[in-house]
Nanobody
């Protein structure tokens, strides 16, 4: 069984920073791409950032220059460093871990940015 667990969310003032973590465990191997998504109330889920096993990164235009994705392959963990946070970044942030055959979701972690 595979578990994906996010952590690091919370309440922060605009302009502040948070670092999210997402760890995969269990019967999972050869992780390909790791993604961070977010979903705000009443809005569609949005892909925030992705990182391949080789380290190639992609970001949504709305977070470029402010967010940084990284991963530790040995720990099967992906991180999202979020700086210069804005109220519009408020959402539940979900991690998605993709292998060649399947993908797995975490429960999500709430990020709230106050103005």
């Amino acid at each position: 069984q595979v578990q994906v667990v996010e952590s690091g969310g919370g309440l922060v003032q605009a302009g502040g920073s948070l670092r999210l973590s997402c760890a995969a465990s269990g019967s999972i191997s050869s992780i390909n791409v790791m993604h961070w998504y977010r979903q705000a109330p009443g809005k569609q889920r949005e892909l925030v950032a992705s990182i391949t096993s080789g380290g190639r990164k992609n970001y949504a235009d709305s977070v470029k220059g402010r967010f940084t994705i990284s991963r530790d392959n040995a720990k099967k963990t992906v991180y999202l460093q979020m700086n210069s946070l804005k109220p519009e970044d408020t959402a539940v942030y979900h991690c998605n871990v993709a292998t060649m055959l399947d993908d797995y979701w975490g429960q999500g972690t709430q990020v709230t940015v106050s103005s």
